[in-house]
């Protein structure tokens, strides 16, 4: 019978078994989870050309402020964000990378927060059209009672 390798824990299970036999992983699920982690973000022709070209000249800020720019204009920062993290998996302390990555973070967040909205205002016209009865009120009452004094 064949067996394979847990990719959790490297137990050797039975071809076609569903999950681990020792730590119970059930396999079609973490494929499907793998599957979705590893899905690549596809760029338009001009971001591509414009992440090679950058390559070229990694050091200079202007062309990855550009790069970033033109992802935003195609509301493609996902693709962006991908070319820098796969720059940091090779090379863990790119600081270019790192701080491209965070300004992504930044203007992703910025894009995607509703801005703040004013609460409509309120209909106030029955209080002061409550106000302006009880003023009316209060004057007839006055008026009233200064008459019934009089002799």
Not at 69 to 79: G, I, R, S, T, V
Not at 92 to 120: H, S
Not at 132 to 145: K, N, R, S
Request: with cysteine; hydrophobic share 35%; proline share 5%.
């Amino acid at each position: 019978m064949e067996h394979f390798s847990c990719p959790e824990c490297g137990y050797e299970n039975p071809k076609g078994s569903v999950s681990c036999k020792r730590c119970l992983l059930i396999f079609e699920k973490y494929e499907k989870k793998n599957m979705k982690v590893n899905s690549q973000v596809n760029g338009s022709k001009k971001l591509d050309e414009k992440w090679r070209e950058l390559l070229t000249e990694y050091d200079n800020k202007d062309k990855h402020e550009a790069f970033i720019a033109d992802a935003l204009k195609e509301k493609n920062l996902q693709y962006a964000s991908q070319q820098y993290r796969k720059m940091l998996d090779m090379n863990g302390a790119d600081e270019t990378a790192k701080r491209m990555i965070d300004k992504i973070i930044q203007i992703a967040t910025l894009t995607y927060v509703p801005p703040f909205r004013k609460e409509p205002p309120k209909n106030t016209r029955w209080i002061t059209l409550s106000i302006l009865a009880l003023i009316v009120i209060g004057v007839i009452a006055m008026t009233l009672m200064f008459m019934s004094r009089r002799p």
